[in-house]
């Protein structure tokens, strides 16, 4: 596994940069293999960059009829209630662009049987990736992110899904939340293509740090065990949340030194 860390100014150029990330990556995964299959999480913090993906300076790279867009994790709420993720992915990017509706797959989280809409989505998976018998479905990219705790996906600290090494998709129940949630697991997750983590704001400086330090104890926090093992891991990250980072001298969105 190769990893790379970017840091950017703010959040407005560090969304500009993770779009930009997906679309050519998106491109280039078409022009390789005819389909760009990638997996979104949710959360707040990529709401400004499906925006920018959808925006007019990025959307005509997309080879969106192309596209395989997979969720990450959903919570066990309805597609509209207010804490969907796939309701935030839809609003901002699925409603702008011309993705084909046949390739949205959508996470069904609010069924009552979550280990049905678990089995559900792993065969959406299988169906369409269509891996080799015996080896784990692989996605071009998987977008995450961090939450102050040190989780990803929805692989929560203390959670029984950190210990999954079967299934592709569970249902995995939030401790300090309380609430049960959809996910891939790191299986999944570490099979991918690449992985883009998408951290910013000065509140995940600590974890970022704690995540990227060997010297931290392995495994402490669930983020710590994303390791592709063929694979791109990138770190995109604002400044705020970079700043223990290894290499936060200078943003990489920072103009040329001799800039005048
Ligand atoms: C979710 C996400 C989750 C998210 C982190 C960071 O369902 O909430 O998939 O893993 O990426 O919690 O969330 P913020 O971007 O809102 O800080």
Known sequence: MSS?????????????????????SAEAAVKARGRFAVAFSGGSTPREMFRRLAGPDLTERVPWASCELFQVDERAVPPDHKDSNYRMIREELLTQVPAASERVHRMRAEISDLE?????????????????????PRFD??????????????LFPGSAGLNEK????????????????????YPVINAARKVVF???????????????????????????????????????????????????????????????
């Open 4 to 24: 790379e860390i970017r840091i950017f100014r703010g959040l407005d150029e560090l969304s500009l940069g993770v779009a930009e990330r997906l679309a050519e």
């Open 116 to 136: 049905v809409a678990a089995d559900e989505y792993s065969s959406e998976i299988a169906r369409v990736l269509a891996p080799e018998a015996g080896a784990w």
């Open 141 to 154: 990219l998987i977008l995450l992110g961090l939450g102050t705790d040190g989780h990803t996906a929805s």
């Open 166 to 185: 079967k299934r592709w998709v569970i249902p995995n129940f939030a401790p300090r939340l309380g609430v049960w949630r959809l996910t891939l697991t």
């Open 198 to 260: 998408l951290v910013a704001g000065e509140d995940k400086a600590e974890t970022v740090r704690r995540v990227l330090d060997p010297r931290e104890p392995a495994g402490s926090l669930p983020a710590q065990r994303i390791a592709l093992a063929d694979g791109q891991l990138e770190w995109y990250l604002d400044l705020a949340a970079g700043r223990h980072a290894p290499g936060a001298g200078v943003p990489v969105d920072a103009p040329p030194a001799d800039a005048v």
